[in-house]
């Protein structure tokens, strides 16, 4: 998996309609991979509009990924599943899906000793920024922290939380293999645009992280 950029979508950001033309605009502008993210709707509802991301995302080239539902990921034939600390334990996953990429969240150093003992894919650290996209998001750790867990990692880092044009050199200067962004993306006019704002400068292109 290329991991320079994720865009993670809900059906109240980018509605089922518009799906798959959103996300073809958004890998023209230098997307590589998509995350669902569902929080607030039925499991069918939520299979629905996976299914929808599932072919966007195939259309488009790029890699899918579920956060948090190993069982939508499952279901819709994912690439990856992304999980948090309060989600299914990765040992779990593992056992149920020992093909599918696993990606893991840490919000602090502890936490990322904790999901390297995973070997995960990747490893989602932050949030570094303040994010709008959560309303229980930890306190941000900022960019200093950010470039001790890439100096920590044996596995690529992915920054996430509150990442925009504003602050992507910030976590490009970290060291990190890519930015997993939301608000950023999902609130743009120009989708395409806005994804070719975050991406790495064109030293870097050559060095990015894949999965």
Known sequence: MDLTLQALVDPQR??????????????????????????DASTRDAYAYGRAVAAAARAAG???????????????G????????????PAA????????????????????????????????????WATPSKADAATPVGPAALAAAVRRSARPIVAIGGVDAATAPAAWAAGVAGLAVI???TE???VAAAARALLPPPSDTDERGTA
């Open 93 to 128: 996953a593992r056992r149920l899906a020992p093909g599918l990429a696993l990606g893991l969240t840490a919000r602090t150093l502890d936490e990322l000793d904790w999901a390297l003992g995973y070997d995960p894919a990747y490893v989602g650290f932050g949030p570094v």
């Open 188 to 190: 743009a006019r120009d």
């Open 14 to 39: 980018v509605p089922q309609a518009e799906v798959e033309g959103w996300l073809a605009a958004a890998a023209r502008g230098g997307v590589t991979g998509v995350q669902l993210r569902v929080k």
């Open 183 to 185: 608000s950023a993306l």
């Open 78 to 89: 994912a690439d990856c599943v992304h999980l948090g600390a309060d989600d299914l334990p």
């Open 62 to 76: 790029v890699w899918f990924s579920v956060n948090d539902r190993l069982d939508l990921a499952l279901a819709l």
